[in-house]
């Protein structure tokens, strides 16, 4: 498990400190994949880089397994990261060494027997899918190889915690989800937790099970996936889950009916439209006003805004027909009577 107690970062710059980090609090259970997303500027990297003590915390703690990394010499400190190992945006490897040589690399480092590790080293080759580019240099690989080169090297070490730091966001998307796969079979294969730092919601979407939201250095949501995507809190998650839901979003309602959200909670996907279906069913023509949805498996998480033409007696039929859909809940956000009628 790994816990961030009150983490604070400050970086001192020409023109005065900038606080990074402010007071984060996150748990990290053992087997997660985690997601930590944000705007850039939030403070992602900075959080990554302080999990692993690349960069000191100016406040807080950080603790694996109830241990306090902060405390901890440059010895043992060597000793924990091979046990949380991280991936890059930008790859790192070693471009005059074979894709060998730069997975045996940290092997080499922590004094493991050569057989022992080219053994490894071959292993993991395996392990993700390019076991005939042994030899062969990093230049001559595409990026999406490259990426799973250095996964390889992440994992040479058998660590507990892998951290991905932008990892996918150098890759096109094809690429991308290749590489989200791996990393999610990896997770169900070995157990290992995953701490992913990106600032794209579908990769979150795709792999993560948990996932905290970061604000100008501070978190500002935190949950399970699925809940977050259903009912976004924070405007910054808002602005990431559902980037139509603006800002004086309805206005552009007739003015001659009453105004609900509807909100899929993980509503299974089925090939019956269910606004074209309460028209034909009902006789009740809903105008749509904005809508975000995301499709996570066969499910389907976001919201709906509608407009229910008519009166009492329309918004009534209309609900109970809504009400007969597993998983959606329903909001009614106003209603009006007549053309510029107030707020309910």
Do not use: W
């Amino acid at each position: 498990m790994i816990e961030l107690r009150n983490l604070s970062k400050s970086f001192v710059t020409a023109e005065g400190p900038v606080d990074a980090l402010r007071h984060v609090n996150l748990t990290v259970n053992d087997g997660d994949i985690y997601g930590i997303i944000g705007m850039s500027g939030a403070g992602k990297s900075t959080l990554v880089r302080c999990i692993n003590m690349l960069e000191r915390p100016t406040e807080g703690n950080v603790l694996l397994d109830g241990r306090d990394l902060g405390s901890l010499g440059k010895k043992e400190m060597q000793l924990v990261r091979r046990q949380v190992t991280m991936i890059f945006q930008s790859f790192n490897l070693l471009m005059q060494s074979t894709c060998l040589q730069n997975i045996m690399f940290p092997l080499k480092l922590a004094k493991v027997p050569r057989a022992q590790a080219e053994a490894r080293a071959r292993e993991l080759l395996e392990t993700v899918g390019l076991p005939d580019k042994a030899n062969v240099y990093p230049a001559q690989l595409s990026g999406g190889q490259q990426q799973r080169i250095a996964i390889a090297r992440a994992l040479a070490t058998n660590p507990r915690v892998l951290l991905c730091d932008e990892a996918t966001s150098a890759l096109d998307p094809k690429t991308t989800q290749s590489i989200l796969e791996l990393i999610r079979q990896i997770n169900r294969d070995t157990g290992i937790t995953v701490i992913v730092i990106t600032h794209q919601m579908s990769v979150v979407q795709e792999i993560c099970n948990r996932v905290a939201i970061l604000e100008h250095g501070r978190v500002v949501e935190e949950g399970d996936v699925s809940q977050v995507f259903s009912h976004p809190k924070a405007a910054a998650t808002r602005a990431l889950v559902f980037p139509g839901m603006a800002e004086g979003e309805g206005e552009a309602n007739s003015g001659y009916g009453q105004l609900v959200r509807l909100i899929f909670e993980g509503s299974i996907t089925t090939n019956k439209p269910l606004i074209a279906s309460m028209a034909m069913e009902c006789g009740i023509a809903a105008n749509i006003l904005g809508a975000s949805t995301r499709t996570l498996g066969k499910r389907e998480y976001g919201y709906m805004l509608i407009e229910i033409p008519g009166g009492p007696d329309e918004l009534a039929r209309a609900l109970k027909y809504i009400s007969n859909v597993p998983d959606v809940v329903v909001q009614v956000e106003a209603e009006y009577t007549g053309k510029g009628a107030a707020e309910a």
